[in-house]
């Protein structure tokens, strides 16, 4: 599950808090196995990827059937540009060789008449007549090599054309076959993934899948009770279809680091549960398909037992989703909100802090234009303050040790994912 490294801190928590509070800092480095791990892919990201092989391979078929089709077809049109080159070279060299024999017959012609003169004159005149026709075909010559060659360039034009669009035709070819190659892969792993060889209990790293605590004051009093809100917001782009908040209360006492919790109720409600709730069952219960974009808002009511010590409290929050088809994931972290508890009649009973203004207030990593519009209207108790999200890199040991309190409430919450999954992937 994704939060499993967090089993280290419920162990040591339990066994050894002084190994929290002296090694706080090197913790709150630690990042969960979700964000270092390579998730593998969900049957419908499997499915998403053969979708795409598919559109690459039908459009690599299509790209080879044009390209042969353009050899046999296109290059042999007049309005090529190397076909209607090739085209007027003929025409000039038939234009050429004709205008050639019409001048070697004009010389024998004139030959013809040279010899048949009697007079000086006649030979005269039909010796200049052949000396022209000499001029004229050797022009008519010069003229037909040149068409020749321009022919014969024309041709090698068009025939390089012609070679350039087979070795294109053998580079798509070898793309086709390689958009086949990549289909079949695609194909065989969601077949695989299909028939249940997908390992159970592999989910994602969802950070776009945030939850967010608003309305929790800073300070609370023995004998009270706080209302607040935790707003679970879906900004991954798809519909999740169930999702999973989780949230927890855990505190010590500033002196001997007495844990608290027993002193603390946090209890939840949502307008289609209405009924208050212990905290402790939340991990189970899914508030529904939540859209892209969309939010879901759970009432939290945090009691503080009269008899409780001061001492220094934080709210645990995170939100995990499962899909219809297998996949799941969640939030990578746990959000802590940390506010000072005062025992009831103490020093500083009498004022338990006002709110901080919420622009002053740290806000979780919430990625931007998650917005969404809420699904499950809010009623609090009037407090709208945004309660501190607790500093991990902090060099107070407490929110270390709360950290391991917490820790446990979601890996036994993330078992109930892992079982869900298992369920519905074996068809129990």
């Not at 003929?90 to 004139?110: F, I, T």
């Not at 086709?176 to 289909?183: H, N, Q, S, V």
């Amino acid at each position: 599950m994704i939060r499993r490294v967090l089993a280290t801190a419920v162990a040591a928590a339990v066994t050894a808090p002084v190994v929290l509070l002296s090694s706080a800092p090197a913790f709150a480095d630690e990042k969960p196995a979700a964000q270092t791990q390579k998730a593998k892919p969900t049957i419908e990201e499997l499915r998403q990827a053969v979708e795409r092989a598919q559109k690459e391979y039908d459009a690599a078929v299509i790209a080879v059937n044009d390209a042969v089709k353009f050899l046999e077809e296109g290059l042999e049109e007049e309005t090529y540009p190397t076909m209607a080159a090739l085209i007027e070279a003929e025409k000039a060299a038939e234009a050429a060789a004709k205008a050639k024999d019409e001048a070697d017959q004009a010389v024998v012609d004139a030959q013809a008449e040279l010899d048949a003169a009697t007079t000086d004159e006649d030979k005269a005149a039909a010796q200049t007549a052949l000396d022209e026709a000499g001029t004229a075909a050797t022009e008519a010559a010069e003229a037909k090599t040149a068409a020749d060659t321009a022919h014969t360039e024309a041709q090698t034009a068009h025939d390089d054309e012609r070679v350039a669009q087979v070795r294109k035709i053998d580079l798509l070819q070898k793309a086709r076959d390689e958009a086949k190659t990549k289909l079949k892969d695609a194909e065989k792993a969601l077949a695989e993934a299909e028939e249940g060889e997908e390992p159970d209990g592999e989910c994602v790293s969802a950070p776009e899948l945030t939850a967010v605590v608003s309305g929790l004051p800073d300070k609370v009093v023995g004998g009270t009770t706080e209302t607040f809100t935790l707003r679970v917001t879906n900004g991954t782009g798809s519909t999740l279809d169930e999702v999973y908040p989780f949230a927890s209360a855990h505190g010590f006492d500033t002196k001997g680091y007495k844990e608290l919790d027993s002193y603390l109720d946090l209890e939840w409600s949502t307008a289609a549960n209405p009924k208050w709730r212990d905290a402790d069952l939340l991990g189970g219960t899914s508030v529904g398909s939540l859209k892209a974009n969309a939010s879901v808002d759970v009432k939290l009511r945090l009691k503080v037992d009269a008899d409780v010590l001061a001492g220094q409290g934080s709210v645990y929050v995170t939100a995990d989703y499962l899909n219809d088809d297998g996949s799941c994931g969640g939030y990578p972290d746990l959000d802590d909100y940390g506010f000072q508890i005062l025992p009831k009649g103490g020093d500083d009973a009498g004022d338990p802090g006002k709110p901080e203004d919420p622009k002053d207030k740290p806000t979780p990593n919430n990625p931007t234009g998650q917005g969404g519009t809420s699904t499950t209207p809010v009623n609090t108790s009037g407090t709208t303050t945004t309660g501190s999200l607790a500093q991990t890199g902090s060099n107070d040991a407490l929110p270390k040790i709360a950290l391991a309190g917490g820790a446990a409430l979601v890996l036994g919450a993330g078992a109930v994912i892992i079982t869900r999954r298992r369920n519905k992937s074996t068809g129990a």
